[in-house]
């Protein structure tokens, strides 16, 4: 080592202070601990300035792979989870209610996963193949963890830097560089309380080569990951008592069994016969808690100097991910006290209503002794019911970067997509019902008398053949593709020298063709799968732009940042988004920022370009039909009452009532949906304002207010709202079937009522239309969202005899959460507060080094919330839950303050060892009840609610 004089080291002390003070100051500001000084100019999320001082005019948290580890997560998305201004919008825990299984999504804000642009080393990613109905995003699950070094997280929009997408703010995950070795890593994990949740992990990540003395460096990494699946049935004894309070069915056992019942009776041949003499299942053994998952993720990168100031890199991002799904096995029932209720679909070829009755079994069936008709419930145990989705997506990139005079400058170029191939099985096929069952006919019209009872077809209770099977319950489902080539370069510097310092700049390019095929398979497309709906694109663009970002020292104190974008979209306008921010730093313990820019998000190929969506809209009440429907259940009702307990006719009226009250006053409506290719992007305008503060030596802290108004958001028009207009709607929008095809017109020849008949029932209580078959509409500029806030952080540590225990403490208060209501033409409630979302989200972190042990607690407090959502949401105000089936008192009707406690400890004693281990919900606290997830059903409604204490152990091992 140099031999340092006396004289020099006052020098060297200043300049040592100097920069930990502006380590110090950077790190408070934008929110990230280090223990290094910045000695060279970097690029932070949020700007394309190279700086110093790593913070600029934008609010930016800074995960660093140290605490994602003291944390516990094991993927991104589960690291994400972590910050208070994330939200949960799509995982893949919960996929197969999705069109898009077996992904998980990033959302900021409540505003979603399309207002959320999430990077990989400053570059977009692939978006997931299928879009999740017309909603197109990045799949998280394709980043490996393990290869990660920081996740900086942009909480203000940043369209004038990155474009579309970015309106609630930018994820910008950055991987390790320059490393050099082999290191090896495991994780398992599962439930301390009951041995489930379990799930494992292994990592490698290599290293080679030194680029200041080989010139040269390689990072390789490949990550699998593992996820266990089991069922509700063995974890309903730990559920919360408070569930079974309001849902007494909760866990109860179905009369849809195998091989099912007869009139409520058991078919011979059942195990599990109650009292009554009724077969039984237990559905719990089918309720899927947790789905099981297989991923391999694969990240390699290099550098290469090229000359003395060119470098050459490459980089290759590769995921598989094969998800699945156990889903409950098909019901069947057919009869008045039976409450399976006929299933409206449609064709989305012809665009045509379908409608599936499920009838009763015939005389004469070998299971029906009577001289009429026989009630009958089932469950086809027998045939299979899964979803498996399996991905495959990648992004290759290679460039060159360099300097030239006092500019950096990069160009680079690549193409990345995927492939998902989404396959379901378990759901009736209309042609193949028909074929090993029977024709259901119109659900009126007497059965054939081999309904159920076909040569070679479906047995029921019985061994049925596998060609028997795949003709009743055929494989189905989509296939999405996604490509995107992409050129982009930038060049960055400084441009003028002013007294107050040195003038920025940064100026670039982006080109991109993108293509998006979604294709469902020929069963879908013909509307041969009972019940459900289509998704389908093909459509392709080439987009581009420009943008400029300038940084202007106005006085040594008062920095301002100026950026612009143009992007431009076929069959768009162009769209300018622009930047102002402000940094003043009067004194070193005190900053003051503020942003305001416009943002925007361009309508994806789902929504502009071919495509068509066919979904159903459920609980939709019919102007035209529910009043005449609700006089006829009430007439029903009283008839059913006035007669004896014990007249079979009693429980006819009664199921009658609410057969004809369900069908007109909370059905399923055909939605058949087609882009727009006169929609406008989604703009938004958003604001920051805030403060950073160093009180004292090691002690830091934020303040930032923020605002974001969002307008001319995509979507549907209600078609509650459509339909109570109906008369100014263009033809074909709103079809009905003629009236005298009623169904709801039909009932057993031998039924009186008041002296009406199944003849002429239903049209001498004033109905003059026919039922609702579909609804046409398209995708359009219909609504607005504003929201605002307060995020806090609070850094530093306090000195002990054992080590300097450090304090995190990230905070955010969201002041109001508005939509607009086109019912009020005007903003709906503060929904603050309300259902879904807290007011305040907190998470405290104290850590502590004791020699070769690492220790951190974590707290985390989410605040209690109302279950009612907007103005329009009766059910679950106060006086709804009150007079909900199952009473709910008002203190029970929210959800109450959210508490967890995380522990972590690391043991670095052994050499090249690390041991860790992760406890999730140290005391092991039950989460509040969520009685509007519940919902009164037969199945919790939360995983954590019977997952309780977790425990993760970690073993990393350094080769070299």
């Avoid at 011979?268 to 089918?286: F, I, K, S």
């Avoid at 992007?681 to 923020?706: A, C, M």
Wanted: net charge negative; glycine share 10%; charged share 20%.
């Amino acid at each position: 080592m140099p031999h340092r004089t006396k004289a020099a080291r006052p020098a060297i002390r200043r300049t040592v202070l100097a920069l930990a003070c502006a380590s110090l100051a950077s790190a408070a500001w934008s929110q990230e601990d280090t223990s290094q000084p910045a000695v060279q100019k970097i690029e932070v999320t949020g700007s394309r300035i190279k700086r110093i001082d790593a913070e600029g005019t934008s609010p930016v948290t800074v995960l660093r792979r140290e605490s994602i580890q003291q944390t516990g997560a094991t993927t991104i998305s589960e690291a994400l989870a972590t910050l208070t201004s994330s939200n949960a919008d799509l995982d893949d825990l919960g996929g197969s209610n999705s069109f898009a299984a077996g992904a998980s999504s990033a959302s900021m804000r409540g505003l979603g996963k399309q207002s959320t642009l999430v990077l990989l080393n400053g570059r977009r990613i692939s978006a997931f193949p299928l879009a999740d109905y017309q909603e197109v995003f990045s799949n998280l699950d394709t980043l490996p963890l393990d290869a990660v070094d920081r996740i900086e997280v942009l909480k203000s929009g940043g369209s004038s830097i990155y474009g579309s997408d970015a309106v609630a703010g930018v994820i910008n995950i950055i991987t390790r560089s320059s490393y050099q070795g082999l290191q090896a890593r495991v994780t398992a994990q599962q439930s301390a309380n009951n041995g489930e949740f379990q799930s494992q992990s292994a990592a490698l990540t290599g290293g080679f080569g030194d680029m200041a003395n080989d010139g040269y460096n390689v990072l390789a990494n490949v990550e699998f990951y593992h996820r266990d699946s089991f069922f509700w049935q063995d974890l309903l004894g730990d559920v919360n008592p408070k569930y079974r309070r309001y849902s007494p069915s909760l866990g109860a056992p179905s009369t849809y069994s195998y091989p099912g019942n007869v009139n409520f009776q058991a078919v011979p041949g059942c195990t599990n016969v109650n009292d009554a003499g009724q077969c039984l299942y237990d559905r719990a053994t089918r309720f899927e808690v947790i789905p099981p998952t297989e991923r391999t993720n694969m990240l390699v990168s290099g550098h290469m100097r090229l000359g003395e100031d060119m470098t050459g890199f490459a980089e290759l991002l590769y995921s598989r991910i094969e998800a699945a799904y156990n889903n409950p096995y098909a019901l069947y029932g057919g009869g008045p006290n039976v409450d399976a209720g006929p299933t409206v679909w449609g064709n989305p070829t012809t665009g045509d209503s379908k409608t599936f009755y499920y009838r009763m079994l015939p005389v004469g069936h070998p299971l029906n002794p009577t001289d009429e008709e026989a009630e009958f419930q089932y469950r086809f145990v027998d045939a299979p019911s899964d979803r498996r989705t399996t991905t495959d997506q990648y992004r290759f990139l290679a460039g060159v970067q360099g300097v030239w005079s006092t500019f950096d400058w990069e160009v680079a170029g690549g193409v990345m997509g995927g492939r998902t191939k989404d396959v379901n099985r378990g759901t009736l096929s209309d042609s193949g019902f028909k074929a090993m069952i029977g024709d259901y006919k119109n659900g009126v019209d007497p059965v054939d008398a081999d309904f159920f009872n076909k040569p070679n077809g479906y047995r029921i209770g019985q061994k049925n053949s596998k060609a028997v099977l795949d003709t009743l319950f055929p494989s189905f489902g989509f296939t999405g593709e996604t490509t995107q080539t992409f050129l982009d370069g930038k060049v960055s510097g400084d441009i003028a020298k002013w007294a107050a310092g040195n003038v920025g700049l940064a100026t670039g390019f982006d080109l991109r063709h993108e293509k998006m095929k979604i294709t469902p398979d020929e069963r879908l497309a013909t509307g041969d799968i009972v019940g459900y709906g289509v998704s389908s694109s093909d459509a392709s663009r080439t987009f581009g732009a420009l943008f400029a970002e300038v940084s202007l020292p106005i006085f040594k104190t008062l920095e301002a940042q100026v950026a612009g974008r143009i992007d431009h979209f076929p069959g768009f306008p162009t769209h300018f988004s622009p930047k102002l921010g402000m940094r003043f730093q009067p004194i070193p313990e005190l900053l003051f920022r503020g942003t305001f820019e416009g943002g925007f998000r361009a309508p994806n190929l789902t929504e502009s370009a071919k495509s068509t969506k066919f979904a159903f809209a459920p609980g939709i009440s019919d102007p035209q039909r529910c009043d005449q429907a609700g006089a006829l259940a009430d007439d029903l009702a009283a008839a059913a009452l006035a007669l004896p307990a014990d007249d079979p006719l009693r429980a006819v009226y009664l199921a009658r009532a609410d057969a004809v009250q369900q069908n007109e006053c909370g059905t399923s409506i055909p939605e058949i949906t087609a882009n727009n290719p006169k929609l406008k992007p989604e703009t938004s305008k958003s604001f920051t304002l805030g403060l950073g503060f160093q009180p004292i030596r090691h002690w830091s802290g934020t303040v930032d207010y923020w605002r974001i108004y969002r307008k001319d958001e995509i979507g549907l028009r209600s078609i509650q709202e459509m339909l109570s207009a109906e008369a100014s709607q263009p033809a074909g929008t709103i079809n009905r079937a003629p009236l005298a095809s009623d169904a709801d017109r039909a009932l057993d020849p031998t039924f009186q009522l008041n002296g009406l008949n199944g003849a002429n029932e239903f049209t001498t209580y004033g109905v003059t239309a026919g039922a609702i078959t579909s609804v046409h509409d398209m995708f359009l500029n219909l609504l607005r969202t504003k929201t605002s806030g307060l995020d806090l952080s609070v850094k530093g540590e306090i000195p002990t005899p054992a080590g300097p225990l450090s304090l995190d403490v990230d905070t955010t208060y969201t002041i109001d959460y508005r939509n607009w209501s086109t019912t009020r033409d005007g903003w709906g409630d503060n929904l603050a507060g309300r259902y879904g979302t807290p007011r305040w989200v907190v998470n405290v972190t104290t850590g502590m080094k004791t020699g070769d042990f690492g220790h951190s607690l974590r707290y985390v407090w989410n605040s209690s919330t109302s279950l009612q959502s907007d103005f329009d949401d009766e059910e679950w105000t106060i006086e709804g839950c009150a007079d909900a089936r199952v009473p709910i008192p008002a203190s029970d009707c929210k959800v109450r303050d959210y508490h967890r406690w995380d522990y972590s400890i690391a043991y670095s004693g052994i050499k090249d060892f690390v041991i860790g281990l992760n406890v999730r919900n140290l005391f092991n606290q039950r989460p509040p009840a969520d009685l509007r997830a519940l919902n009164f059903s037969t199945i919790p409604p939360d995983a954590e609610d019977v997952q309780g204490r977790m425990l993760k152990l970690s073993l990393q091992y350094k080769f070299m």
